[in-house]
C-alpha cells in the first residue's frame, strides 16, 4: 500500500481524506456522546444522502458533473438547523426530531433516486464508502472542514465542555446558545467530511465507536478526547490497508476495526487492566 | 445608601400551556443585603425553584422588576458575580468522564470569556479553592466516582473558584450527612465573613433558624421575611398557615426543627 500511496494520487487523496476524518470525528463525536446525542449523527447522514442523491439528480437534470458532495454538506446543515427548530417545538419530546429529520432524509433520497433512474456505481461509494471516490477538490473541501473543526473545538473548548456536562449551570452562567447551534452545524460539516472514506450508512459510528472505546480507559475528558482520536486514527489507516489489500469498501473495515478496539478496551476494562478508584469516603 | 444585593419588587410568575395557567409567585417583595445570609424556605410546590430561576435570569420576568447590584436582571450581564450550587442529583451528567480539577475549572468559564483558555492563574485559583473545600486530593478523580458528600463539596468549589460577591443554593444539603453537613456550613461562615451575600434555599427549616441570619417563608406569596429570632417566635397557627398542615418548631439537642402530625419535617 506504501507503494500505492506514492504512486496514485487517488490513493494517497483517500488516505489524507482518511486520516482527517479520523481525527475531526472522534473529536466532535466526544461533544456527541456526552451529550447523548449520538442519534443525531444518524439522521444527519441520511439527510447528507438525500443531498447527495439530489445532486446527482440534479447532474443528470442539467447535464453537467455537479459535486454531490456539495449538496451534501448544503443539505446536512439545513438538516441541522431543523433538528435544532423541532427540539425547540418539542421541549419535553426532543429525541422526536431525530425520527423526523431521518425520515425526511431518507424519504428524500428514494425520491431523487428514483428520478435519476435508480443506483450507480457513484452511490455505492457514498453509501459505504470508497477508496477510489476522494479527487482533489474533494481533499481541499474535507481540508477545509478539518481546519474549521480543530478551530472550533480549539476556541470553544471550555465553553463546550460546560454546556455538555451540566446545561442548567451554563445556562445560569449565561453561556450563549448560539455555541450549541454552532456546535450542530459543525456536526454536519464533520459529517459530510468523513462520509466520502466511511461511507453514510457508517460515519455515526466513526464519531461513536472510538469515543466508546476511549470511554472505558479513561477518567478526565481531555484524557477522552485524546484517546478517542488514537483509536479513531487506528481505526482509519488499519481500516484503509485492508480495504486496499482485500479489494473491499473502506467504510465496513474501519468500522469493524473500530468495534475490534472497543472490544479489547471493555475486555481489558473487565479484568482490571486499567482500574478507576472507588470512592475513599463514604458519605 | 448602597443598592441591596437583590431587589424583588412585585413579582408575579404564572406557568401557562394551552389548557391551564398555574399561579406558581404572587406579589413578591424581597431585599437582600450585602452580606446577609437568607434563607428561602416553604413547602413543596411553594415557588422556591420558580423565584431562583427568576433571580438567577434561567426564567423570563412576566411581572415585576428584579434588580442585582441595583442593575436590572433584564440586561444584567455579570454573572461571574454570581455563584451557583444546585441540587446537584438533578444537575449534572452520571459518568461523565470529568475530573474533579476540570469540573471546578469549569467554573470560571464565563469571568474567562469566549475564546479565551484557561492559564496558570486559573489554575493557581483551582488550587486554593480545593483547599478551602478541603479536597485537594481529589482533583485528578473522576467525579461519577466520588460519594454525596465530596461531589456537593466540588460544586460548592465550582460555584466559589470566581470569588463571587453572591452565592446561591439551592438544595445543597439534600442526602448529605451531618458531618458533612456541619463542615458545609462552617464554610458559607468562612464566605459570610468575608462579606459574600448568601441565598440558600432549602425545606429543611431545622438547620436553617440556627444558620441563617433572616428567614423568608414563601408559600405562592412571601408569608414572612424576618429575622432568625424572628422566625423562632411565630406561633404554630402562623407557621401552619404557611405550610398549609398543621406544623411546629420543636428543639431537639442543640438544633430545632420542624415537625407536623406525620412526622419531622
Request: aromatic share 10%; hydrophobic share 45%.
Amino acid at each position: 500500500m506504501i507503494q500505492a500511496l506514492i504512486d496514485y494520487d487517488f490513493i494517497r487523496y483517500s488516505f489524507i481524506s482518511g486520516l482527517i476524518a479520523g481525527l475531526i470525528a472522534p473529536l466532535i463525536g466526544t461533544f456527541i456522546v456526552i451529550r447523548r446525542l449520538s442519534l443525531i449523527a444518524d439522521a444527519l447522514s441520511h439527510v447528507t444522502l438525500g443531498g447527495i442523491t439530489f445532486g446527482v439528480y440534479l447532474s443528470s437534470l442539467v447535464g453537467m458533473t455537479i459535486n454531490p458532495l456539495i449538496t451534501g454538506i448544503i443539505f446536512s446543515v439545513f438538516g441541522a438547523l431543523g433538528i435544532e427548530r423541532l427540539r425547540g417545538v418539542y421541549k419535553h419530546y426532543q429525541e422526536l426530531a431525530i425520527p423526523i429529520i431521518m425520515s425526511f432524509g431518507v424519504a428524500l433520497s428514494v425520491l431523487f433516486l428514483s428520478l435519476a433512474d435508480g443506483f450507480n456505481q457513484d452511490l455505492f461509494g457514498y453509501l459505504f464508502g470508497s477508496i477510489s471516490a476522494v479527487n482533489s477538490f474533494d481533499l481541499i473541501l474535507i481540508s477545509v472542514i478539518g481546519v474549521v473543526v480543530l478551530i472550533f473545538i480549539y476556541l470553544l473548548y471550555k465553553e463546550m465542555f460546560l454546556v455538555s456536562f451540566d446545561e442548567e449551570y451554563a445556562n445560569v452562567m449565561n453561556i450563549s446558545k448560539w455555541i450549541h447551534f454552532l456546535f450542530i452545524i459543525v456536526v454536519a460539516l464533520v459529517i459530510s467530511a468523513s462520509m466520502r472514506i466511511v461511507g453514510i450508512l457508517l460515519v455515526s459510528a466513526l464519531m461513536t465507536l472510538p469515543v466508546a472505546a476511549a470511554m472505558r480507559v479513561t477518567s478526565s475528558f481531555k484524557q477522552l478526547m485524546i484517546m478517542s482520536v488514537i483509536f479513531g486514527e487506528l481505526s482509519v489507516i488499519i481500516g484503509l490497508f485492508l480495504s486496499f489489500h482485500l479489494d473491499v469498501s473502506p467504510g465496513g473495515t474501519i468500522v469493524l476495526i473500530s468495534l475490534a478496539l472497543l472490544a479489547v478496551t471493555i475486555i481489558l476494562d473487565r479484568i482490571g487492566v486499567k482500574r478507576r478508584g472507588e470512592p475513599t469516603e463514604s458519605i | 445608601m448602597a443598592h441591596p444585593i437583590f431587589e424583588l419588587k412585585n413579582i408575579s410568575y404564572t406557568y401557562k400551556d394551552k389548557l391551564e395557567t398555574t399561579p406558581a409567585l404572587k406579589n413578591i417583595n424581597l431585599q437582600v443585603h450585602k452580606g446577609d445570609f437568607v434563607a428561602l424556605v416553604g413547602p413543596n410546590g411553594s415557588g422556591k425553584t420558580t423565584l431562583l430561576k427568576l433571580i438567577l435570569g434561567v426564567l423570563r420576568l412576566q411581572t415585576g422588576e428584579i434588580n442585582i447590584n441595583g442593575k436590572s436582571i433584564r440586561n444584567y450581564q455579570s454573572w461571574q458575580e454570581v455563584g451557583y450550587v444546585s441540587q446537584k442529583s438533578n444537575s449534572f451528567s452520571k459518568g461523565f468522564p470529568a475530573t474533579v480539577g476540570e469540573v471546578v475549572l469549569s467554573g470560571l468559564t464565563k469571568e474567562k470569556g469566549l475564546f479565551k483558555r484557561f492559564n496558570r492563574k486559573d489554575r493557581q485559583k483551582l488550587k486554593e479553592v480545593l483547599e478551602l473545600l478541603n479536597i485537594s486530593h481529589l482533583q485528578n478523580k473522576n467525579i461519577s466516582l466520588l460519594s454525596g458528600g465530596q461531589t456537593q463539596r466540588v460544586f460548592i468549589a465550582r460555584a466559589l473558584i470566581n470569588n463571587p460577591s453572591i452565592l446561591v443554593l439551592d438544595e445543597p444539603t439534600v442526602g448529605i450527612d451531618a458531618k458533612h453537613v456541619k463542615e458545609f456550613y462552617d464554610v458559607l461562615f468562612k464566605l459570610k465573613s468575608q462579606s459574600v451575600t448568601i441565598l440558600l434555599v432549602t425545606h429543611d427549616i431545622g438547620v436553617v433558624v440556627d444558620h441563617a441570619d433572616e428567614v423568608a417563608c414563601l408559600n405562592e406569596s412571601l408569608h414572612f421575611h424576618g429575622t432568625n429570632n424572628e422566625f423562632k417566635n411565630l406561633g404554630e397557627a402562623e407557621l401552619s398557615k404557611i405550610y398549609g398542615f398543621p406544623l411546629q418548631l420543636v428543639s431537639h439537642d442543640h438544633e430545632r426543627s420542624t415537625t407536623s402530625d406525620t412526622g419531622a419535617y
